[in-house]
């Protein structure tokens, strides 16, 4: 809550550095995880298995539905900014760069790390594959 209380409290350039800083390390974590499971990242390309008892399609409404509850706030993030921009595409754009082409890459390189821990080794069947696993 310190932290927290002193980060929020300062100005918008220093706002701005630490958002930078805080995207510089979470893609460095990124990029940690794809060369810890490197061995595995040949499998991704493969067909995934459906090991479960549900239907592929059920598989991936359950997937976008996680998707949008990631996006939920982000969305909610970006309606702040609303009534800074002047044209409709000026709003398109940001909502396209800043929360919708971010939030897809990010989801896709945990996809793909995910796929990449069962080949890499580090898989436990009792947890899901998370980046977590991967470093």
Do not use: C
Request: glycine share 8%.
């Amino acid at each position: 809550m310190v932290y927290l209380f002193a980060t929020a409290r300062q100005s918008n350039r220093i706002s701005a550095k630490l958002a930078f800083f805080i995207d510089k390390l979470s893609l460095a974590i990124l990029l940690g995880a794809l060369i810890r499971v490197r061995h595995g990242l040949p499998g991704v390309l493969d067909e995934v298995p459906n090991n479960t008892a549900y239907s592929v399609a059920s598989n991936m409404w359950h997937s976008l539905s996680m998707l949008t509850l990631y996006a939920g706030p982000l969305v909610l993030l970006a309606a702040v900014f609303g009534y800074r921009l002047k044209t409709r595409r000026e709003t398109a754009l940001t909502a396209a760069m800043g929360v919708a082409f971010p939030l897809f890459g990010t989801v896709l390189l945990v996809h793909i790390i995910g796929l990449a821990i069962s080949g890499a080794g580090y898989y436990v069947p009792s947890l899901a594959p998370t980046v977590a696993i991967a470093l």
